[in-house]
């Protein structure tokens, strides 16, 4: 270069641009008139994409973009930072900036296009990296750096052992604490710990033998007030809702589950305290066998796993909070339907006593198929004696315990509950492929249609039974039930009757006006209550003669009046 001025050399490969193939010449442009410059160039390079190095060739021949290059070489050769053009200070000696000039350094190397001109408006938040890595100032521009960027301290909103009590719950709290343990510097015994239990932890009072024990695990027969914090203070358990204070007192710490055992002790101290039960301490055995009743019930309803155990979550959907409340408030445990009233389990028991012929404990197929005067098939009772629908806990092949007639009972009485869904949906469903099909709802339905023709009653032929069970349960493809499809109405327990109980199929036929006048007398009463209403009367009464134990009978004595 001579005398001050910048000599560039352009050289393009003319191949998609000549149609002969020839060489492009090289043009020499030496700050001479732009005008001349731009005719040669519009002529050498007629393609539109060729714009931009057009444009670029224009900027760089005039003698202020000359002089920029120029001063930015010299700053690189000496090490010093690169100013940005665009910025306050490189306005041309106009003072305006050139319409064509760059505003990166960068784009003068072509790592990025050309950025619009500045104007009064905020310049576009292109490449704010390129910029910052190029040594850009953001003036002017609403995006700031990342490491500039102010955030707000965001609130913990989980907190996996329970939220911390409130300002206001934990004073509230620790003064009745402080009340409590004032005069008992050595602690309080269990009787005294009740209040603390009932006042303090908000539980039910059967709930204070087990908190005790777990606080007092050297067994000195005391609490301090320190021993007691550390266990409920500290676990969060002031402010936690009821089921996760249930949940956390009952297990192991070594378990994140409840298992059966962990309801023993609040059955022993609900048996030794509620009044509804005194009548029962006499009999220990069938202490026992209630107990053992309620918390099957308990694992039937809630344990939705299947695997005996129940989870934190599982116990947060449930309604046994509500139950537990109600054992707490009702001297009548009857009246407490869920769970834990004694005619229930009277009912279970009796039940289970007189299908039990040799009274081993154990039944095996025979006795079950005189279950309900021989309401059931043969084949259902095949599957169940399978293990299909759930695992025996007897321990004796061919035989099903307690617990194992409990959770069929339950099953059979109230079919419009999720377990017993599930239940038999697992009896019928032969192949496991959890599809109810045509073939496997006759396999099933052909034992009845049998039983129908031996005791002279008109059969309802197969096709028919499909379409009546179709239109009633409305499954969302055709000839295929699906326990979703179940789950949604709530006739699906006559699905299940129509192929294997005989006895309760006839009177959905019929329309027995008496279950009819039942069902309406009460919404709120499940199957299994009103079956094991009627039942307890039955029992009761064949006990006794004309007198119900308990004084059951005139409570219960409307319900057995003709219906019209």
Known sequence: MAGGGLRVDVSRDEGDEHAEGAAQPKGRFSGGSPSSESSLVQQRFPSSKMKVDELFIQWLSLPESQKLVMSLLEDAKAGRPLIAPGGPNSHSASGSLSPLSPTSASSLFGATPPLSPRSDKPMSPKSPLRRQASGLSHAGSPVKSHANRSFEAIPQFYFPNGPPATEDVAKQCMVKIHQFFHEHAEGLNGEAFMAVTQEVCNLPSYFNSVIFQRIDTENTGLITKDAFMRFWVDRRLLAADMATQIFHVLKQDHQNYLV?????????????????????????????????????????????????????????????????????????????????????????????????????????????????????????????????????????????????????????????????????????????????????????????????????????????????????????????????????????????????????????????????????????????????????????????????????????DESLEAPF
């Open 260 to 556: 059966q055992d962990d309801f023993k002790p609040i059955m022993r101290e609900l048996l030794n305290r509620h009044p509804g039960l005194e009548f029962l301490h006499d009999t220990p055995e069938f202490q026992e066998r209630y107990a053992e009743t309620v918390i099957y019930r308990i694992f039937y309803h809630i344990s939705r796993s299947g695997n005996g155990r129940i989870s934190l979550r599982e116990l947060k959907k449930s309604n046994l909070m509500l139950a537990l409340q109600q054992v707490e408030e009702e001297e009548d445990i009857n009246k407490v339907l869920k769970y834990f009233s004694y005619e229930h389990f009277y009912v279970v028991y009796c039940k289970f006593w007189e299908l039990d012929s040799d009274h081993d404990f154990l039944i095996d197929k025979d006795d079950l198929l005189r279950y309900g005067n021989h309401a059931l098939t043969y084949r259902i009772v095949e599957r169940i004696f399978a293990q299909v629908p759930r695992p025996f806990t007897s321990g004796v092949d061919g035989k099903m315990g307690y617990e194992d007639f409990v959770w069929f009972i339950l099953s059979e009485e109230d079919k419009s509950s999720e377990p017993s869904l599930e239940y038999w949906f697992r009896c019928v469903d032969l192949d496991g492929d959890e599809r109810i099909t045509a073939p496997e709802m006759q396999y099933f339905y052909e034992e009845q249609l049998h039983r129908m023709e031996c005791m002279a009653q008109e059969p309802v032929l197969f096709e028919d039974v499909v379409c009546q069970m179709a239109d009633m349960i409305k499954p969302a493809k055709d000839g295929v039930m699906t326990l979703r499809d179940l789950k949604g109405c709530r006739l699906s327990g006559n699905f299940f009757n129509i192929l294997f109980n005989l006895n309760k199929f006839v009177a959905f036929e019929t329309r027995d006006p008496f279950l009819i006048r039942q069902e309406r007398e009460d919404p709120t009463l499940t199957e299994w209550d009103r079956f094991a209403r009627a039942e307890y009367i039955r029992l009761s009464m064949e006990d006794e003669g004309d007198d119900a134990s308990n004084g059951s009978a005139e409570v219960w």
